[in-house]
Structure formats: C-alpha cells, structure tokens
C-alpha cells in the first residue's frame, strides 16, 4: 500500500492491500477500496463508497457526494463501483439520494473526463461513458452501452445493452437495446451492426435484429403493431424476445 503523505484518510475506512493513494486526496469514513485500486491526486471519495478491486481513479474525481437535489436531507447511502472500472479526470458520481439505496456502477467501465452520474443510477458492466456526458438522477445503462460525449440524458431512462447513443444527442425516451440513436430529439438510426459483429452475436441473430428494428422505425406501424409483426415474422432467439420485453416495461416511451 502507497499513501502519499498529503493525503486525508478518514481512520474508519479499509483500503486494501496494494492500493496507492496519491497527494491531496480525501477518502471519508467507512470507504472501501479494493485490492489494487490507484486513487490519483485530488481526489474526493466520500463516506460510504465502495470502490472495487483493480480500479482508476484519474485526479479531480468526485465519488459518493451528496445528490444534486432541492431540499436533499442527508440520509446514509452510498455508491458502488464495480471491479476493473477506470474513472478519468474530473467525473462526478453521486450517492443515492434514499435513505439505503445505491448508486452503481459495474465492471469495467470507462468514465471519461468531466462525465457525470447522477443520483440513483444504474450502470451496467462494460459500459463506456465518454467526456462531458452528462446522466440524471434514476438512469439505467445496461451492459456493453457506448454514450458518446455532450449527451444529455433525462430522468428514469433506460438504455438497452449493446446500445450506441451519438454525440451530442438529448435522450428523453429509453433506448433500445442493439440501436443506434443519434440527434436533438435522439433518434433511432440503424442497428449497432458493428458492435455486436464485435460481441460475437451469431450472424442470425443479427440478420433478427436489424429486421425488427426496422419495423420499429416505420412510421406507419405505431410501437404496439410494430411488436405485433415482429412476433409474428421473426424468430424468437433470446434477444429478440429481450427486445420485445424492454419495449413493453418502458415507462417513458422507447426512441424511434
């Protein structure tokens, strides 16, 4: 374990073996870091977070501050990162705003610089959020979703695994899995051909994907008769029926 001598760390947190902490950082009460963790210089990590092992934490970083919400009583919460997760210069990730709950992130993410997770939100495994991005308090991202940078995204969105949201883009509605969506409103584009060729989705099943959602974007077809000719014309493999399920758990309306 390296602590650099300038560093403030609260006598009630756990860092693990093999952990470095560089200059000027601040690690509250309870934090715990995980084995192999690098905590750059500046860094605030506040009580309660839950860093896991194998992690980078580039310098400025904020995690586990409180909610960004009117009237916020501070109640116990916390935030959890997943193991193998890199958060670069300046990210901000911020506890639950309920009394108990979490905000995670997953394994293996990749949070670059000056992105920024709000309260509550629920970040899969492999998930690339990048520069400038910016998450409201409830969002779901769920496994292997790229966000691009300067994206603005509403409350209680969802977005579907394997997913690409384009620069720039402003999300009100959920995304669905395997799309790509770009633009102010966000729309649906094209299918993700070139990210799940790269995670290795059968050529089949792919050829599913992109008929379904075609048929999503016709604008003649509205969502309930889209999912109608999609049970009917196209083989259910699983993550055709996993479309169809996101399509009708949407609380907010899905991107077309």
Not at 222 to 228: G, H, L, R
């Amino acid at each position: 374990m390296t602590i650099h001598s300038s560093a403030v760390i609260h006598p009630d947190a756990e860092l693990a073996q093999g952990v470095e902490v560089g200059p000027f950082t601040t690690i509250g009460a309870k934090a715990r870091i995980g084995e192999g963790t690098i905590v750059g210089p500046n860094v605030l990590i506040e009580a309660g977070a839950i860093i896991g092992r194998n992690c980078n934490i580039f310098h400025g970083a904020s995690l586990g501050g409180e909610p960004q919400i009117l009237n916020f009583k501070n109640v116990p919460a916390s935030l959890e990162i997943g193991d193998g997760t890199v958060v670069r210069e300046y990210v901000t990730i911020h506890r639950s705003g309920f009394e108990g709950g979490v905000t995670r992130v997953g394994k293996g993410c990749l949070l670059m610089a000056y992105s920024h997770v709000g309260h509550d939100c629920e970040i899969g495994d492999g998930v690339v959020i990048v520069n400038s991005t910016a998450l409201s308090g409830h969002v779901i991202v769920e496994d292997k979703a790229f966000i691009s940078g300067l994206v603005g995204i509403h409350q209680f969105v969802r977005i579907g695994r394997n997913a690409m949201v384009g620069g720039m883009a402003r999300v009100n509605q959920d995304i669905l899995p395997f799309s790509i969506v770009e633009g102010n409103p966000a729309r649906l584009y094209s299918t993700n051909s070139v990210g799940l060729k790269r995670a290795n989705f059968k050529p089949n099943v792919r050829a599913a994907i992109k008929k379904a959602l075609k048929l999503i974007a016709q604008p003649e077809l509205n969502t309930k008769q889209a999912v109608e000719k999609i049970s009917a014309e196209i083989e259910m493999f699983e993550e055709i029926q996993y479309l169809i399920n996101f399509i009708e758990n949407s609380s907010r309306g899905v991107t077309k």
